[in-house]
């Protein structure tokens, strides 16, 4: 039996489930190569720098823990972004197979948006619970919700792309995000009262926060 998929992957960033078949079986080796090939010319995007001490900021508005790391998120957002981009581009990537090994690798677009949509709903959904649960003042500064959500736009569009193309069922939930993304993003740093409430109002109205994470927990359970 052959490494699936899955497992070529997981070989890729150093979790290999079997690397003594791995090491001694030629085709599994031939699609590794093949992949790991692949996965090397994909260029990383340098993410924008966050403000020091934002995560820190963010969780204790909210009374959050910081998140722990997984595995699934071995693989950074940039370097997800840019597979996506590239597989929406071509559709399929299936590498021409040289003789005499007969293995075909393929990657799929829908694969690699589950595989990191999960964590762009989260760091969504964070930002639309700040705004939510932002005290009613005056005037409010939201420049770290404005900065993440400036952050977040552009992937978004790019999910959104791929599950038109993919997974037509999560398409109206990104729609309604990329739009209240976009709304945060061109937002003043300092945000009155009544522009702050009718923000709110338009996130209620959407139910925008329930169905985020209603998604992203359906998409969490898939990947266990």
């Known amino acids: 039996m052959h490494l699936t998929e899955d497992e070529l992957i997981l070989a890729y960033y150093g979790e ?3 690397p003594d078949h791995l090491a001694g079986c030629a085709e599994c080796t031939a699609a590794y190569a093949r992949l790991a090939n692949l996965l090397d010319r994909i260029t990383e995007t340098e993410p924008p720098r966050a403000p020091a001490g934002l995560a820190t900021r963010v969780n204790e508005r909210l009374g959050l823990p910081l998140p722990q790391p997984r595995w699934r998120r071995v693989a950074i957002p940039a370097t997800i972004a840019a597979m ?12 021409v197979v040289q003789e005499p090994v007969a293995v075909s690798f393929t990657i799929s677009p829908a694969r690699i948006l589950e595989a990191g949509l999960p964590d762009h709903l989260e760091r969504s959904r964070i930002v639309l619970a700040q705004l939510a649960n932002a005290p009613s003042v005056p005037e409010l500064d939201i420049s770290i919700e404005r900065q993440l959500a400036e ?22 939930v990104l729609e309604d995000l990329d739009r209240v993304l976009l709304e945060v993003a061109h937002t003043p740093d300092t945000v009155r009262s009544a522009d702050l409430e009718a923000l709110r109002r338009r996130i209620e109205a959407l139910e925008l926060l ?11 359970l898939r990947q266990e």
Do not use: H
Not at 151 to 170: F, H, I, K
């Open 210 to 220: 329930f169905r985020v994470k209603v998604l992203e927990s359906e998409l969490r």
């Open 151 to 172: 952050d977040l736009v552009e992937s978004n569009r790019l999910y959104l792309q791929t599950a038109v193309r993919e997974r037509p069922g999560m398409e109206a």
């Open 16 to 18: 290999a489930p079997e």
């Open 84 to 95: 996506l981009l590239v597989a929406f581009q071509l559709g399929r990537l299936t590498p």
